[in-house]
């Protein structure tokens, strides 16, 4: 637990990067072993009041465009609003 790095973004879908580089970087220093990424699901990115919100779905997608610079093991998790 003490060497996983935990990201919770649910903000803009800019900072992705600068997240994915923070925690390569603590990779490639031996600080942590595997990342854990938390941001919302398309759907509720969508359904915000807020624009240009990073989604899960989206950083998927980034995280196989970057699978050669990008080499730490990430679990990414998206949080989902269900209407009640």
């Known amino acids: 637990k ?3 790095g935990l990201q ?3 903000g803009n879908a800019a ?4 997240d994915m580089v923070k925690l390569q970087w603590l990779y490639d220093e031996n ?3 595997a990342a854990i990424y938390i941001c919302f699901t398309k ?4 359904e ?4 240009n919100l990073v989604s899960m779905e989206r950083c998927l997608n980034e995280l196989v465009l ?3 610079i990008l080499t730490l093991p ?3 998790i998206g949080l989902d609003f269900v209407d009640r």
């Not at 900072?15 to 600068?18: D, I």
């Not at 759907?43 to 969508?46: G, I, L, M, P, T």
């Not at 915000?48 to 624009?51: D, L, W």
Request: glycine share 0%.
């Open 2 to 4: 003490s060497d996983v």
């Open 8 to 10: 919770i973004q649910l």
């Open 15 to 18: 900072r992705f990067y600068a």
């Open 31 to 33: 600080i942590i072993s």
């Open 43 to 46: 759907s509720s990115a969508r």
């Open 48 to 51: 915000s009041y807020a624009s």
């Open 66 to 68: 970057f699978q050669n």
């Open 74 to 76: 990430v679990l990414v």
